[in-house]
Structures are given as C-alpha cells and as structure tokens.
C-alpha cells in the first residue's frame, strides 16, 4: 500500500492511535486530532485483555483471534510496546458451562488448557482458593493501553504524522462528501476523516447526518498501589476480574469491562478491593490506591462499528468496546479500506448499515 491520501484521524485512544499508525505506515498523510491527550478516554480506564473468550460467536471469535496474532505482528513492527503475553485463568461460569466454552472454543481452535486445583496453583500460586475447575489460555494477554496507544501515536509522528490538541464540531461536507472537520482552531481539510472518537463519536457523526447506535455504560476498575509480584497473569473468578499491571498495580473490576458503579462508587470501589484483596495470598499489606469509572464505546448489538457510512463518501467509523484487542487489526483493515478499497472478509458483519435493517 502506498498513498499521498491527506487523512484526519478524530481520536487519539487506541483505536485512532492504531489506525494513524498504520495510514502513516502506509504512506498517508496523517493528522490527528484529539481533544483529549494522547491516550484517549475510554482507553486509560480499560482492564485492557487481549482475549478471544467465551460469550461470542464463532464469526467474532475469528475477528478478534485476529487480533490476537496482529498484535505479535504489531510488536514486531514496533519494538517496545507494553504487550505481555501473561495468560489467563478463567472459571467466572458454573462448571458446565465453563466445560461447554472449553469445548466449543477448543475446537475453534483456541488453544484452551482445562485444569485443577493443583495446577491452578500453580499458574496462580498466590490464589488464597484455587479453583476446582477452570480454563487457562496461554496465548491471552494485555497491552497497557495509554503506553501503547502513546507508543504508537509516537511513531506516527516520527514517520510525519501531526497530532492536534483540538475538539471537532462537525464534519465538513461538499456536495455529498465529508472534505474536512470544522474544530475550535478552525477548519482543516482531508481527503478523508476517520471517526474514533469513542463515546465522542455519534455527536460528531450526527452533524453529517450519520447516526451511531452507541450505549456507553460506566464500568468501575480498582487500582492498588504499587506492590510486590502477587498475580502472574489474568485472573477471572467469579465477579472478580484482576491483573497486575506493569507497574505492579493490582487492578480488579467485578467484571473485565469493568462493574457498575451503583449509587455510590466509592463504596462499590471499597468492598470491590476488600474482596479482590482476600483473594490473594500475602496481600496484606496491599493498598486501595483510587478507582476509575470509564465510559465504554458500546454499539447496542455488542459488536464494533467499522467502516464507511452508506451514501456518504470521505469518513471511516471505527467505534467499540474491547477495542484494546481489536486495536491492532482494525488499524490495518482501515488502512487497507481507506487506501486501497479493500474491506477484509472478517469485517462483513460490522458495517453501520446492519442497523438500518
Ligand atoms: C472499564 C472498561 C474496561 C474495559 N476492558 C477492556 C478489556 O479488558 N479488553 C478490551 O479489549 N477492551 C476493554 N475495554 C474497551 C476499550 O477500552 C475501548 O474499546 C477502547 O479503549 C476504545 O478506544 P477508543 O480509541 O475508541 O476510544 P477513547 O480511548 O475513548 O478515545 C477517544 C478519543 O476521541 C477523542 N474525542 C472524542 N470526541 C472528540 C471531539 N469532538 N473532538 C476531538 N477529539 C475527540 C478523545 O479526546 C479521545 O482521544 C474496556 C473499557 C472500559 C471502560
């Protein structure tokens, strides 16, 4: 792919840093613009699993097991990004269905490990009551998602990307086509704009007429202090999801997508990390250091928004949740639609227009 393609990218999370990265790659002229800092919103708030797990079907499964393998491509094309191939633990199902997600998702292809008791213990030594049953995926992970998405934005610049501190108003249309965004600095002009705006994305949309089904429930994620070693990889029990980041943080939400906040966060926050902290061996001295509520990107059907609206030339929509597994596929398909006309097989169901039927 090579182009001369003049692009504004709206976003500077995960998923606009990802799709600049690679339109700049590919020889576009790229222009981002966020009126947040590099990082996004969503994104510094996100649990951050790279997974293909249970609970979708098999055409999404295949989607984000894509995604999976393009983040080992990414690192390798970009030495030095946050990614830790850590594994994950999974026994947040009764047993029967954790069996039923085993057997389905192994004959996928996924490469599922059923295990015990003993050998929880010894993938997770610190757990105070290893399961009896669970799944272990080996090739799950996670990408510390503001480093990354910095990392990438970073080297977009350094190929002639410009990142622009800036909130978009509107679209620009001329007859019929999107030329540009109008923000608080002025208007600027493209040959296309890409929408990643995350929950930004339908007011943005809207001012061409475009509309974007998107829920954005709140989902609260504890953070520890600092401390030493306790988890080596994902850990899903039962409404209790948690990691240790790189910086040694222990970081819980009831769910990966992080709870619900109820009434009062601060409390839900308190008794979310008292349980995450009984959960683990030689936590005693393990500290509530704040919480975060993010806002996730949610089509209403569950699935990403990705590619052109119908009957308007000149904008590309990649809006969704689990876009930090979804990152790195996303970008590249984007590129190769925006540049070269190609859509990948693999995006068929998540055009706009399915909400149109
Ligand atoms: C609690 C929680 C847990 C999650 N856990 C996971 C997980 O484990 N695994 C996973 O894969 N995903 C997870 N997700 C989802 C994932 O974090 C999001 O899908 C992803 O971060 C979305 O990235 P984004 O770049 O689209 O949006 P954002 O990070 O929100 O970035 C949006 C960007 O658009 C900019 N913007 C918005 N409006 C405007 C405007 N008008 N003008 C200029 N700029 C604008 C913002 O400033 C920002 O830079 C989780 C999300 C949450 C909230």
Redesign the pocket.
């Known amino acids: 792919m090579s182009s001369t393609k003049q692009v504004i990218v709206?976003?500077?999370?995960?998923?606009?840093?990802s799709i600049a990265w690679h339109l700049t790659g590919a020889g576009a002229k790229v222009t981002v613009?966020?009126?947040?800092?590099?990082?996004?919103?969503?994104?510094?708030?996100?649990?951050?699993?790279?997974?293909a797990s249970w609970g979708n079907p098999k055409v999404y499964f295949r989607l984000r097991s894509r995604a999976m393998a393009e983040w080992k491509r990414l690192a390798n094309e970009l030495s030095g990004l946050p990614l830790n191939w850590c594994g994950g633990l999974c026994w947040d199902l009764p047993a029967d269905r954790l069996e039923a997600y085993a057997a389905e998702h192994s004959s996928w292809g996924y490469g599922i490990e059923r295990v015990d008791a003993k050998r929880a213990a010894q993938i997770e030594p610190n757990l105070v009551v290893p399961p009896e049953f669970a799944v272990y995926v080996a090739e799950e992970g996670?990408a510390e998602?503001v480093a990354t998405?910095k990392a990438l934005l970073a080297d977009a610049g350094r190929h002639g990307a410009r990142v622009i501190a800036?909130?978009?108003?509107a679209l620009v249309q001329t007859n019929g086509s999107i030329t540009g965004v109008d923000?608080s600095h002025g208007l600027i002009a493209a040959d296309e704009v890409v929408i990643?705006?995350?929950?930004?994305?339908p007011?943005?949309a809207l001012t061409a007429g475009i509309k974007l089904p998107i829920e954005t429930p709140?989902?609260?994620?504890v953070h520890s202090r600092p401390y030493k070693k306790l988890l080596n990889g994902l850990v899903h029990a039962e409404r209790l999801h948690m990691r240790q980041t790189a910086e040694g943080r222990i970081i819980a939400?009831s769910d990966?997508?992080?709870g619900d906040p109820g009434e009062n966060p601060e409390a839900t926050a308190r008794d979310l990390f008292a349980v995450a902290k009984a959960a683990l061996r030689g936590a005693d001295g393990l500290e509530l250091d704040f919480h975060?509520?993010?806002?996730?990107?949610n089509p209403i059907d569950g699935f990403p928004i990705i590619g052109r609206a119908e009957g308007m030339d000149g904008v590309y929509i990649?809006?969704?949740?689990?876009?930090?597994?979804?990152?790195p596929a996303v970008g590249l398909f984007a590129t190769r639609e925006i540049l070269d006309g190609e859509r990948d097989p693999l995006l068929a169901p998540y055009g706009l227009a399915r909400f149109a039927q």
């Open positions: 709206i976003g500077a999370g995960i998923i606009g840093a613009i966020s009126e947040s800092g590099a990082g996004g919103v969503a994104t510094p708030n996100s649990f951050a699993w790279i997974n996670v998602p998405a800036s909130t978009v108003s923000t990643a705006a995350g929950v930004g994305s007011d943005i709140p989902g609260l994620i939400g990966f997508a992080g975060t509520i993010g806002y996730r990107p990649a809006v969704m949740h689990s876009g930090i597994t979804l990152a």
